[in-house]
């Protein structure tokens, strides 16, 4: 069992910030690559940013030179940075860990249940 907890979406005027943070919990043996994807309401869900245990970054084009993903390996935790924020990037946000856990020792995927994050034009 692996739980990913999400905090940090909110309402926020184009042009402004966010931080989004999230936290895996349970029995986690190791994780792989996290990231961020994002779902608007009737569209499909993107990849927004991701990061690897080493630190190496993939962002969305769209996202570059605004968005920054970042974690800290010793407490599970990845952050994305989003900065000058368009009506766009409105969605919910969805973070993702590449987790092998401690009683299985199979890897999958583990989602968080999605933070909402609104800009307003």
């Known amino acids: 069992q692996v739980q990913l907890v999400e905090s940090g979406g909110g309402l926020v005027q184009a042009g402004g910030s966010l931080r989004l943070s999230c936290t895996a919990s349970g029995s986690i043996f190791r994780i792989n690559a996290m990231g961020w994807y994002r779902q608007a309401p009737g569209k499909q869900r993107e990849l927004v940013a991701t990061?690897?245990?080493?630190?190496?970054?993939n962002y969305l084009d769209s996202v570059k030179g605004r968005f920054s993903i970042s974690r800290d390996n010793s407490k599970n935790t990845v952050t994305l940075q989003m900065n000058s924020l368009k009506s766009e990037d409105t969605a919910v946000y969805y973070c993702?860990?590449?987790?092998?856990?401690?009683?299985?020792?199979?890897?999958?995927?583990?989602w968080g249940q999605g933070t909402q994050v609104t800009v307003s034009s």
């Open positions: 993702n860990a590449q987790v092998t856990t401690q009683r299985t020792f199979i890897q999958r995927d583990y």
């Open positions: 990061i690897t245990s080493g630190g190496s970054t």
